[in-house]
C-alpha cells in the first residue's frame, strides 16, 4: 500500500489565502496593516532567496514588509541597533533575523535583543521556556515546528497515546517539536548521533518526524507499517543534468519509505511551504495581540 502523500503547498496556500481574507476584513475596519521586518547580514545566495520568499509572501497577503540588509562585516553594534530600532517601531509587529549569521556575530545576543511581543520566528527564550512548561502558552510557536504540527495534524486528529519519534534535537526544530508532540500527550522519543540502536527506535514510531539534515537517512526498515512520516530535511544532492547544478532530497528516502508509511511529506513540497505560512499568521496574531 502506497502512502498518503501530506501536500504542504496546498495545505500552505489554504492557509494563505485564509490570512488573506483575515487580513482585508481588519484593514476594512480600519486596523493598522500587519508589518514583518527582515533583517539579512551578509550577501549569501540561499539567505537571499529565503528573505525574498517572505516578502513576497507578505505582498500575496496584503502585509508590508521591511528588508534590511547589512555588509557582512557588519559590526555586532550595527545589527544590534536596527533590532533595537525595529522593537520600538510601531508599524512592525514582527521581526525575523536571517540565520545563519556570520561567525563573527553572536547570533544568541542578537536574538536574545528582539522583543518577544514581535518574535514571530518563535525562537525567543522565553517563548521557548513558556512551550516548555505545562499551563504556559508562548506569544508564538517558531514557524517550522508548528508547520510540521498542522501536517501532522492533516491526517492525525488525536495525538493521545501515540508513539513519537522526534530525529534531531536542534533549538529550531527538533527540540520545539518534540514539546509540541508532548503538550498534546503523544510519548515522544527524541533521537541523536549518541542514540542507540537508531533504526529499531525510529521502527517503534507511529509518527516520525526526520530533521537531522542528513540525505535520505531514514530507509523503509526504520519505518513502522502505517506511519506518518514527516520529513523536515533538505539538502543539496549535486546533479550536473539539472537547470541549477543540483537537486533537493529530505532525511527520507521517500520512494522506498512511501510503500510502508500510512502517510509521509515530501521534501521538497512538505514542511518548506508551511514554514512561511506559518510566519505570515505569527505576524496576523501579532498585529491582532498589539492593535
Known sequence: MTARIIDGKMIAARIRAQIRVENEKRLQMGKQQPGLATVLVGDAAASQSY?????????????????????????QTEVETIVRTLNDDPKV??????????????????????SVEKDV?????????????????????ACTPAGVMVLIHSVVENLSGLNAVVLG???????PVALLLIAEDATVTVCHSRTKDLAATCASADILVAAVGRREIVKADWIKPGAVVIDVGTNRVDDPGSKRGYRLTGDVAFEEVKEI??????????????????????????????D
Open 261 to 290: 508509511a500510512g502517510a509521509i511529506s515530501p521534501s521538497p513540497g512538505g514542511v518548506g511551504p508551511m514554514t512561511i505560512a506559518m510566519l505570515l499568521k505569527n505576524t496576523l496574531h501579532s498585529a491582532q495581540l498589539l
Open 93 to 114: 509587529h514582527g521581526i525575523l533575523v536571517q540565520l545563519p549569521l556570520p561567525q563573527h556575530l553572536d547570533e544568541n545576543a542578537i536574538l536574545d535583543l528582539i
Open 121 to 141: 520566528d518563535g525562537i525567543h527564550p522565553l517563548n521557548i521556556g513558556r512551550l516548555a512548561q505545562k499551563g504556559r502558552e508562548p506569544r508564538f510557536v
Open 51 to 75: 528573505v525574498r520568499m517572505k516578502h513576497r509572501a507578505c505582498e500575496e497577503v496584503g502585509f508590508q514588509s521591511y528588508g534590511h540588509q547589512l555588509d557582512e562585516n557588519a559590526t
Open 169 to 175: 534535537r536542534s533549538n529550531i526544530v527538533g527540540m
